[in-house]
């Protein structure tokens, strides 16, 4: 998975810088109508980079994570005046974006008004219905943003010491502002945010007070800084304390469910995909007997070769998960498995090479890292933290959880999970060409639009349709058993819809999900208690990878069938990530536009 910490920051749009948008605007839609193309686009154009601008100052957590690091220094105390401020904003500009004629627009402007009018309409959404700010605690956690500042290299150290140092100096107000938010949360996500805010505080040790002290600051804005920071550490401490004390042992909770409603509304939010959730949940059931049928036909042909002279079990559901528990037995070692992640990158970068599968770009670091403290604890055991746009030369660091603190038994379950197959799928999926290497492109993209609202269907997806079409382009060796471990993890990715409905929709039980996932997933133990605890902190994420594979894998197939001898994969694939991380349906929309 892609790393979140971007998602949880402030969703609300900056507020409009009134009077550049209205010349740019004019005062109505007729204007746009009565230009020229060019004319509109031009105006579109000149309005989508004064939303940017107005963006990152009212929201410089996302700015940073984008890689735009003017705002560094800032810090949004999340009050009910702010948000009251940031509502009254967005819904000006709001007016102002609907003011264009959409059709006025070239295709990709149009793409680029749907991403602006669902950011504006999903803000709204979060803030208003969802009310995520309310009842998850560990929206508030300081740590992760000083983490990224602390940790980057687009500016000296001086500056990015004395932007940390104007930050934290709010960091009273933020946590004041949180506990005051926090009405009724969650047991699960009280609970996370305990974690990642004693992660958190981590930031605020050695490490930061080693850079100060080698830092070029003068002995005043040294002893500023660690002032702040030895502040910074008491507050994080007494939120720790309110939520350890006041809040868990208060016992007032919610439901960790969304319920249909919620949950169907934020998934044509998040996902903008052309199915619904129902639909979706269906295709991944469908999906879910075929797969069962094609991992049985493969566990029949493997059953000679790994259970010699044994009867073949009449239980189809037993024989693979025999074939199975075999093939997981070949894995790495606990303290090894961080190892064997870093080992298999080259040989990735030499297949897609070799295959031309797509251009790959040498310049851009891929560091693969052990996952900081302030981020674990969501369930998710790698992720990618990719730099933005504007930040394009900074390294994409892929997070590996250590297994060093794991129990042997739970450290066992982990690694024939993630087994010598499973794990090279694995890192096709975050790395190499998955994540990493689509949101590479995603940073090419001419519409910074598309590159800074990233649909995390399209770019799951990606990952998901990355797997498939490096084992069809002969990753492997074509053999049964990376096919039927295959099968085995794309189960996954439709058990993910599945759990995802079932959980805040059908309102499935954790024993009944566990069955789930073990029995028709044949997940381990340690992968199913992990996901259970990942479908409680999130929502429709886990629904993102299979509506995202399967639309761009129909789109690829329709191509294929339409352009017969014509098609070539390598130009489809950077054809696709060319657009950004656009949903899949207004990529297929300009990459067929003659269906427009």
Request: glycine residues 6%; positive net charge; contains cysteine.
């Amino acid at each position: 998975m892609t790393s979140t910490t971007t998602l949880k920051a402030w969703l609300a749009a900056g507020a409009l810088v009134a009077g550049a948008l209205l010349s740019s605007c004019g005062s109505s839609g007729t204007t746009a109508a009565t230009n020229t193309a060019d004319e509109a686009d031009a105006s579109f154009d000149r309005f989508k980079a004064q939303f940017i601008d107005s963006l990152w100052y009212y929201n410089p957590r996302l700015a940073s994570a984008k890689g735009y690091h003017r705002y560094d220094s800032l810090l949004v105390i999340p009050t009910a005046a702010r948000r009251q401020v940031e509502a009254a904003a967005q819904e000006r500009m709001r007016k102002r974006l609907t003011g264009f004629a959409v059709n006025d627009l070239s295709v990709n402007n149009q793409t680029d008004y749907q991403l602006l009018l669902n950011y504006l309409d999903k803000s709204r959404f979060y803030t208003d219905t969802l009310r995520t700010w309310s009842w998850d605690p560990s929206n508030y956690n300081l740590g992760a943003s000083v983490a990224e500042i602390l940790n980057g290299r687009y500016h000296p150290l001086d500056r990015r010491l004395r932007a940390i140092s104007f930050k934290i100096d709010h960091a009273s107000d933020y946590y004041e502002a949180a506990e005051a938010n926090i009405k009724q949360p969650t047991r699960e996500h009280t609970e996370l945010a305990i974690l990642q805010n004693e992660g958190g505080l981590q930031v605020f040790g050695p490490a930061l007070q080693d850079s100060i002290k080698r830092s070029g600051l003068d002995a005043r804005e040294k002893k500023d800084l660690q002032d702040r920071v030895a502040t910074t550490r008491l507050v994080i401490e007494n939120y720790l304390k309110f939520l350890r004390g006041e809040v868990l042992a208060g016992g007032k909770f919610r439901s960790f469910r969304l319920g249909k409603e919620l949950f169907d509304r934020k998934f044509a939010l998040d996902i903008q995909s052309a199915y619904s959730a129902d639909q979706v949940y269906q295709k991944a059931q469908d999906n879910r007997a075929y797969l069962l049928r094609d991992m049985g036909r493969r566990a029949v042909r493997l059953w000679p070769k790994y259970f010699a002279g044994q009867p073949l079990p009449t239980d189809s559901v037993a024989m693979i998960k025999r074939v199975i528990s075999r093939l997981s037995e070949k894995h790495a070692t606990q303290a090894g498995f961080v190892d064997a992640v870093k080992a298999q990158i080259p040989q990735l970068i030499q297949f897609v090479n070799d295959k031309k599968l797509l251009t790959q770009d040498a310049s851009k670091p891929l560091v693969v890292r052990e996952t900081p403290l302030y981020m674990r604890g969501s369930g998710a055991g790698a992720s990618i933290s990719a730099p933005g746009p504007y930040d394009k030369a900074a390294n994409t660091y892929y997070n590996v959880e250590p297994l060093d603190n794991l129990p042997p038994a739970q450290a066992q379950s982990y690694l024939r999970e993630y087994n010598d197959y499973t794990l090279q799928i694995l890192n096709i999926h975050e790395a190499i060409p998955g994540h990493y290497t689509q949101l590479v492109y995603a940073n090419r993209s001419p519409s910074l639009v598309k590159a800074i609202f990233g649909n995390g269907a399209m770019i799951e997806g990606w990952a998901v349709y990355a797997e498939r079409m490096m084992l069809e382009s002969g990753y492997g060796q074509n053999s049964d058993e990376i096919w039927l471990m295959w099968d085995k993890w794309n189960m996954r990715v439709t058990l993910n819809t599945i759990l995802d409905h079932e959980v805040h929709v059908g309102n499935i039980s954790r024993e009944a999900a566990l069955r789930l996932l073990q029995r028709d997933g044949f997940q381990e133990e340690n992968e199913t208690t992990n996901k259970w605890r990942r479908a409680t902190l999130s929502q429709v994420q886990l629904s993102s990878y299979f509506s995202g594979y399967t639309a761009i894998y129909d789109l690829r197939e329709e191509l294929k069938k339409e352009r017969g001898d014509k098609f070539d994969l390598k130009s489809f694939n950077e054809q696709f990530l060319s657009y950004g991380s656009a949903p899949v349906k207004y990529i297929r929309a300009m990459m067929l536009p003659n269906e427009v």
